[in-house]
């Protein structure tokens, strides 16, 4: 049977990314007889400049049909100003997240041996580094009732917001992170404050319960304060990380951080069944887009997440990486991770590279 795959190239570089990964798309479909059928829709500011909203009915329904959503990115300055936050490009990728369920979010952070010199971390401490985190995307603090903003009594201004997740919740994204663990090193660590919050004490005992499960995976646990030294200190020590939506914002940005080039980092946001959406790491880089420079690298293995985690083509995301790696050997670079002695490349040469290797 075919499998639909929405693509939405969104804004600034998108569409220049987007178009790479799909070079390499449709190689792969060819050469592994996938039956991919690609559809592209708007959304983000391209879809408010040509409908008035970030996120048209028509794209929203083409990606409720879709088996799989690549999204290049969405956001640039001149929708900054509108004064109706319905009405930003960021309500676009917000609104498929919510109507698609899309609760776990997988963010991998990969350092290319090629790429060790881009670190901010001393070689030994980050050669070699592959650890996924898992964060909760659709939950916790960031969606929490109720929440405000008031000035009490007395003139004393006070904000709050509540942190809430239920057992089912946490239960779903154990699973997700379980199962990553498994197909991995069979290495969970889950990130709690269990010392000071109630809600993580039950986060605790329910990825303790779920461990009953998957007695092939090590499970650990461990503090978000010392999480967030420990990556610093000695990240290699982690394989897959499992946590909440605020915790897991904060330490996957410090984690890809740890391969020091935005450029390369993939990320996939899924529901319940593997379904997604896959996006690069980075934003639309607005002050860079239109030029032909934008590293594609990111999205083109973003693509390669889709093949392995929603469509059950490891083999195909396989040779997908392993190309990528190909033309970082041969010393191709776009200017974000540009070294000295290394060949510059544009956008589209990147892209082409990848699918000749
Ligand atoms: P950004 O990630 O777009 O850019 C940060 C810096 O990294 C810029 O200097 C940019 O040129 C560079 N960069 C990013 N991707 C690159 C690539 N593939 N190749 C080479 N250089 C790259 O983050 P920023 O500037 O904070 O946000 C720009 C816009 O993107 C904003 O409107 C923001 O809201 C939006 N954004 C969208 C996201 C999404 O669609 N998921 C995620 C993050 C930001
Ligand atoms: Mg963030």
Redesign the pocket.
Known sequence: MAKKILILP?????PE?VAEARKVLDLVNEQFNLGLEMQEALV?GAAIDATGIPLPAETLEAAQAADAIL???????QW?TNPDFQIR??KG?LGIRANLGLFGNLRPAILYPQLAHASTLKPEVVSGLDILIVRELTGGIYFGQPRGYRTKEGGVREGFNTYVYDENEIRRIGRVAFEAARARNKKLCSVDKANVLEVTVLWREVMNELSAEYPDVELSHMYVDNAAMQLVRAPKQFDVIVTGNMFGDILSDAAAMLTGS??MLPSASLDANNKGMY??????????AGQG????L??ILSAAMMLRYSLGEGAAADKIEAAVSQVLDQGLR???IMSEGMQRVGTAEMGDAVVAA
């Open positions: 969104g804004d600034g570089i998108g990314i983000g999204l290049g990115a969405v956001g640039g300055p900054d490009p960021e990728l935005i450029g996006e690069p790491c980075h934003g639309s880089a607005p002050d860079i420079i934008a590293n594609p990111a999205t776009t200017g974000d």
